[in-house]
């Protein structure tokens, strides 16, 4: 079957690079650092079957290092931002030890649980600042000559990273690696009586997973020039749950198309005060008992029907978690 | 006055009480939790809501309807059982058939509308419940309030009744056969879905008196549960949820220890039982408890 992933790749990059035109910036980077995030959360549960509940302590967690680095000792907003992503993996290594050693819910309240001890180290600690968070992060020139304290210049920079992300975990899900994931997911027993160290291509995926998380969160630090308690919190954890399941589990742009809506949402209602929690709760809902396979999901799938007999359905895991 | 390892006793036993409370909340909580996904093999991510909705059960009952305290001990679990009911035919009924991560996620949803729509209703800042047991008693070496007295009495007897009814009566046989092989079970004639359907009323129900139970403690708070039923996840990861006495054990064992840390090093108390869930899956994966799998 004829693959469509990279030209729909290109032209969601050629609408990025122009919406700036249309669309304010600052939104923009803020829907692409989720969407990043959402791809990388995607990853685990759309490719390995692994439900993290607590991704919010590599997202947050790299925000508070990219955003203190930045700010307390001066350095420059690149090595800020690799900073806060390299202790993301580093993070996501401990945890992902930890995590591994049980599968399917209790996986999902492991990785809450740890999730809630890095909200508390972080609500300790002395130098995120507390309640107050890390607040007017400077924007430095990124390598010494690239002016981001203009929101579009910044914009383009931000575009790249998701690209980047975005290459990374589409090569990662097409490799050898990724159809060992693949089999995991599918059947777990039968990956490891075929010789394969589960535990190690695990591990692996739980590090890069959380260490892109820790990417998305890091430029978003620098892009809102703040770093808050609110990102190592489990309702952000369960946001980005949210995104990837309204997307589409298991799909290469379900997360995206996912984190552009619930971002979106956010937006208009954010008037609306404890509304907003009450929203995200009936969309969990009905979307899992009406629209399991999320939004790019359920396009495939319609697509599919269309095209009856010409080829398997594209990217639809069917059941994007069966390891339990 | 004397010092015990350094610590006056008076602050070391009265820890050890307020750790003694929260394992009462933790054993009823993840007994709940596991009644639950024994029979269900649902994890109810809502019971930290439903717990919330007990001690807002009790508040409401005795602000608008004047039912006093334990008017409500009964009532409350009655009410809110009955919509966890309500909650397991309308939609999680639908989800047994699918992975059991879909059960996680739809009952996650229902927790952030419920804890939406309290939040929306009466703040964050909590509501204050009158005790209605005051006064306590000097033991000589702490002050012992009565009503914190109740709540360790009453909760370990519901524990206790709990296991008994699954351990050791008939319809507790009929559960325990139904957890292990639903088919045969209704081979046999019994009626599984409607005993699923109760169990999870049963679970819900406990969470509920868990609450009504927590109301004169704690403020009446709408994030009461959320806070509460992550650190209770942890409680049932150590313990493992194959056997009940061992949610009840685990329950009050972390909470002691919980207290203990308040102690000697207040810094670790929030991570504490973090730590011991990391340290536990190290050694013993499948939990103090469990039995692997």
């Known amino acids: 079957m004829k693959n469509y992933d990279m030209p729909i790749f290109a032209a969601l990059i050629a609408i990025l690079l122009v919406a700036p035109l249309a669309i304010y910036p600052v939104f923009l980077m803020k829907v692409l650092c989720f969407a990043l995030f959402a791809l990388a959360f995607n990853l685990l549960i759309g490719y390995v079957g692994l439900l993290s509940f607590g991704h919010a302590m590599f997202f947050g967690f790299a925000a508070y290092v990219s955003a203190y680095t930045v700010k307390a000792w001066g350095w420059p907003t690149e090595i800020g931002i690799l900073a806060g992503t390299g202790v993301a993996a580093v993070l996501g290594l401990i945890a992902g030890l930890i995590a591994i050693r049980r599968q399917g819910i209790y996986f999902a309240m492991v990785t809450l649980a740890l999730a809630q001890m890095v909200f508390f180290f972080c609500l300790q600690a002395k130098f995120t600042g507390g309640e107050d968070g890390i607040q007017a992060v400077p924007r430095r020139p990124v390598l010494g000559f690239i002016d981001i304290t203009s929101d579009i210049h910044f914009y383009y920079l931000v575009l790249a990273i998701f690209a980047a992300g975005f290459l990374i975990i589409y090569r990662t899900i097409h490799s050898p690696f990724g159809q060992v994931l693949k089999a995991i997911r599918e059947n777990e027993p039968r990956a490891i009586s075929l010789g394969y160290h589960v535990d190690r291509y695990k591990l692996l995926a739980f590090v890069l997973s959380a260490t892109l998380a820790g990417l998305a969160g890091a430029t978003k630090a620098i892009v809102f020039q703040l770093a808050s308690l609110t990102d190592v919190t489990w309702q952000m954890s369960g946001e980005v749950v949210l995104m990837t399941l309204v997307g589409g589990m298991g799909t290469v742009f379900g997360p995206i198309a996912g984190a552009a809506v619930i971002i979106t949402m956010q937006n208009y209602l954010a008037g609306f005060g404890e509304w907003v929690l009450v929203i995200q709760g009936v969309i969990f809902v009905i979307t899992v008992l009406l629209f399991r396979r999320g939004i790019v999901g359920e396009i495939a799938a319609l697509a599919t029907r269309l095209t009856r007999g010409r080829g398997e359905a594209g990217h639809i895991a069917g059941n994007p978690a069966t390891t339990s | ?293």
């Not at chain 2, 933790?26 to 991510?45: D, E, H, K, P, R």
């Not at chain 2, 999680?92 to 949803?109: K, P, Q, S």
Request: aromatic share 12%; hydrophobic share 55%.
């Open chain 2, 1 to 293: 006055m004397f010092e015990l390892i350094g610590v006056p006793p008076q602050a070391l036993f009265g820890q050890l009480l307020l750790g003694l409370i929260n394992g009462a909340f933790y054993a009823l909580l993840s007994l709940g939790l596991a009644v639950i996904f024994g029979m269900l093999n649902v994890i109810n991510f809502a019971h930290g809501a439903q717990y919330m909705m007990g001690a807002f059960g009790a508040w409401m009952m005795l602000t608008y309807l004047g039912i006093p305290y334990w008017g409500a001990l009964l009532l409350v679990p009655i009410v809110i059982g009955a919509l966890g009911i309500l909650l397991e035919r309308l939609f999680l009924a639908r989800l047994y058939h699918l992975d059991h991560l879909y059960g996680l996620l739809l009952t996650f949803g229902l927790a952030l509308i419920f804890e939406g729509l309290f939040r929306r209703q009466y703040g964050s800042s909590g509501l204050p419940y009158t005790n209605p047991i005051p006064g306590g008693t000097n033991l000589g070496f702490m002050f012992l309030p009565w009503y914190r007295g109740w709540v360790i009495i009453v909760s370990i007897v519901v524990c206790l009744a709990t296991w008994f009814m699954i351990e050791k009566t008939k319809l507790g046989s009929y559960l325990r056969a139904a957890t292990e092989n639903p088919t045969l079970v209704r081979a046999f004639g019994i009626n599984v879905p409607r005993m699923m359907t109760l169990t999870y009323g049963f679970g819900v129900g406990l969470a509920a008196l868990a609450g009504v139970l927590a109301a004169p403690i704690y403020s009446v708070n709408p994030i009461m549960g959320s806070n509460l039923i992550i650190v209770v996840f942890a409680v049932v990861v150590i313990g493992g949820m194959g056997s009940i006495m061992g949610s009840i054990l685990t329950g009050f064992g972390l909470g002691i220890i919980e207290g203990l840390t308040k102690v000697f090093y207040p810094e670790a108390s929030n991570t504490v039982i973090f730590v011991i869930m990391a340290i536990v899956l190290m050694i013993r994966p499948a939990g103090l408890f469990g039995t692997p799998r």
